[in-house]
């Protein structure tokens, strides 16, 4: 098992991305922006530069959390758009070395039709174009269909095959379950037992749910501070042999997703991603977890 981490949260310069991640005694970064936008919209230079800057460092790329079919992308969209997207993340994951890329099934608007069946054509296209070229899509369990509820889930990987999941701890814990006619907020523990199966990668963010306590917003705190049963899934993990990715993902200084949510910490963007990196290998500590360093 290695530790890695989304280390736009700790800066969007390149290289402030990789001397957080070598201070912190790791080796890899899940990429996905730079200078403000995604890894797959910057401009060649950018790209090349920061490549060039990976390799001095010796710092790897493990995965890429590109936004194809993000919580901001409509199904209803253009098509092209998301092919796109695709394709110009492919040569770049290459360049990169890259094996997993990180994909949702596009926002769900309350309302309107959720368009399954075009969803589904549309993700069976993005997981074999990508599987064409050697790399994995994974699907996160955020705000999108799929992360609706674990019954959700289990639909999509039911209809796309190869397509496997990158489990968020925190996710659930501000999503409302559409499975129960109540919508209570998702339980984190049962979501992940019942995809555990299909999980290749794991994102480590931990939060509160939304409260009238808290303005109607979730909360972000440090790893098993929170509901998202971060302590106990990581147990579970160790105890199944789960040896992939755990992937740090703060929300403390930025939230990609909603700028009006909460944080229950303020300061310097890279030291919070710092000290949530070693709060999190304290955990693994005391669970007698083994990581080493992340390899090709």
């Not at 070598?22 to 530069?49: P, Q, Y």
């Not at 360049?95 to 368009?115: N, T």
């Not at 599987?131 to 994974?138: K, R, V």
């Not at 499975?179 to 019942?194: H, I, V």
């Amino acid at each position: 098992m290695y530790l890695t981490g989304i280390a736009d949260e700790a800066s969007h310069d390149g290289n402030i991305q990789i001397s957080t991640t070598l201070a912190m005694g790791w080796n890899a970064i899940e990429a996905r922006c730079l200078n403000g936008k995604n890894l797959h919209d910057v401009s060649d230079t950018e790209f090349d530069e920061f490549h060039r800057a990976l390799d001095h460092a010796g710092v790897y790329v493990n995965a890429f959390g590109s936004a194809i079919a993000n919580w901001g992308k409509d199904v209803r969209d253009d098509f092209s758009i998301t092919l796109e997207e695709v394709d110009r993340a492919i040569p770049r994951m290459h360049a990169l070395q890259a094996k997993m890329v990180r994909i949702m099934s596009y926002k769900v608007v309350e309302g309107e039709d959720l368009m399954v069946e075009e969803r589904i054509r549309r993700l069976r296209i993005i997981v074999g174009r990508f599987a064409e070229h050697g790399i994995t899509a994974l699907h996160e369990n955020c705000m999108n269909y799929g992360g609706l509820s674990w019954q959700h889930t289990h639909e999509l990987l039911d209809a796309v095959p190869g397509m496997k999941l990158v489990f968020d701890t925190a996710n659930p814990v501000f999503n409302r379950d559409r499975s129960k006619p109540e919508n209570p907020w998702q339980d984190p523990w049962e979501f992940y037992q019942k995809v555990r199966e299909q999980i290749a990668y794991v994102h480590i963010k931990d939060c509160l749910e939304p409260s009238e306590d808290n303005g109607g917003k979730e909360v972000y705190l440090y790893p098993g501070k929170g509901q998202g049963k971060v302590r106990e899934i990581l147990t579970d993990l160790l105890e199944i042999g789960y040896d992939g990715g755990i992937s740090i993902e703060p929300h403390l200084a930025a939230v990609f997703h909603d700028t009006d949510s909460q944080n229950s910490d303020a300061g310097d963007p890279v030291e919070i991603y710092q000290e949530y990196g070693r709060k999190l290998e304290r955990i693994l500590d005391e669970l007698n977890y083994t990581h080493i360093p992340y390899r090709l």
